[in-house]
């Protein structure tokens, strides 16, 4: 597509160019900039007194691939349609663009530079990768859901066969061997539930709800655990402010007991747990059911082993686990029963140093 520019009227063209949505940057023929207006500098982070008349590629020193494309524009009168790409913000922070360029000629035909059209995407990605990672849990739930009925029902034979033959088997050591056999047996069984749970989620029953007591009851049920590691520093920072919140006490006490037995296990003798919890306000969501408002954020921090950079984007993936004996549904349980309460997740860990897990759940009234 081929730009024609008519001078005639310069300051109505300057008006419209600067009310468009979409940045554009036009350059002459030795890639100079002569126009940038506002979207531009939004999208890009660099101002319009800072870019024009300097040199395409002076201004974009990091984003290598657009100067090839417009070099192609400008010496070869190629014209590229919705590229997509990512630049570098003047600040160092990526941003996803969907690039449209073309050369540009007056009324005379004569060649008198480019314009390149830049789209943020940045808020379209997220959207995109949300919707294929729950079509790709969809059909992971379907799938282990038959697999789990299939498997439950001879698991249930073995064992059953399991403790037939314990009961008639007199030598001691062959005993160890069924006793074996029923323990694999009710591990492995335990794993079809938390299968079929995931894939078929109970609905929650909400009703007013103490976080705080919630969160003493899951302490109390891991005491032995944090005794037999010699854990002496749990530390709790309860906010009395914190009004009642609407959810299902059994399902978030299974929620809090996966991560408090997560930063348990994953502390030293002399390890620190702290739980704190305290109002977060304006919290503004994009999701479906989620709202904006006041928030309880109940946060887990130790200073155990922390999490590699390279697991942090998989550790809600369902099956994803670095334990030997660890299902992976946990977290990924976790995940859906705190977004079904309109809540989210957010996690910072740092290998070496520890993990700080954060749920915010919305409040349903002042205190």
Not at 6 to 27: C, F, R, T
Not at 70 to 83: L, P, S, W
Request: hydrophobic content about 40%; proline content about 4%; some cysteine.
């Amino acid at each position: 597509m081929v730009y024609v520019v008519s001078m005639e009227k310069p300051d109505i063209s300057e008006n419209i160019i600067e009310s468009l949505a979409q940045g554009v940057i036009a350059v002459d023929n030795l890639m100079n900039i002569t126009v940038f207006n506002q979207a531009a500098e939004k999208i890009t982070g660099i101002s319009s007194s800072y870019a024009v008349k300097r040199h395409f590629t002076d201004v974009f020193t990091r984003d290598r691939w657009l100067h090839d494309i417009m070099n192609a524009t400008i010496k070869k009168c190629n014209v590229f349609t919705e590229y997509e790409g990512s630049i570098v913000q003047r600040y160092g922070t990526p941003r996803s663009v969907s690039v449209t360029t073309a050369p540009v000629f007056n009324t005379k035909g004569d060649m008198i530079g480019a314009v390149v059209i830049l789209k943020d995407t940045s808020h379209i990605k997220p959207l995109e990768q949300e919707s294929a990672r729950r079509d790709r849990l969809a059909f992971i739930g379907t799938f282990a859901a038959s697999l789990a009925h299939e498997v439950k029902n001879p698991l249930g034979g073995i064992r059953g066969a399991a403790q037939l033959l314990s009961k008639r088997l007199k030598e001691k050591t062959f005993r160890e061997y069924t006793d074996l056999i029923i323990r694999e047996s009710d591990r492995l069984n335990s794993i079809m539930e938390d299968i079929l749970e995931f894939a078929n989620p109970k609905k929650i029953n909400p009703l007013p709800v103490n976080i705080h007591k919630i969160l003493d009851d899951v302490l109390m049920l891991q005491q032995c655990t944090i005794d037999a590691r010699g854990i002496n520093n749990i530390i709790r920072e309860y906010d009395p402010s914190i009004p009642p919140i609407l959810g299902d006490s059994e399902q978030l006490m299974q929620v809090f007991l996966n991560i408090i037995k997560n930063s348990i296990e994953a502390v030293g003798k002399n390890g620190e747990v702290r739980i704190i919890t305290r109002v977060a306000a304006d919290f503004h969501l994009i999701e479906e059911r989620y709202r904006g408002g006041k928030f309880a954020e109940i946060e887990v921090r130790d200073n155990g082993c922390g999490i590699p950079e390279e697991y942090i984007e998989k550790i809600f993936t369902p099956f994803f686990t670095t334990k030997k004996k660890g299902s992976g549904l946990g977290l990924a349980i976790s995940l859906k029963i705190i977004k079904e309460h309109g809540g989210f997740f957010r996690i910072d860990s740092t290998q070496g140093k520890g993990t700080v897990v954060s749920v915010l759940l919305p409040i349903t009234r002042e205190g």
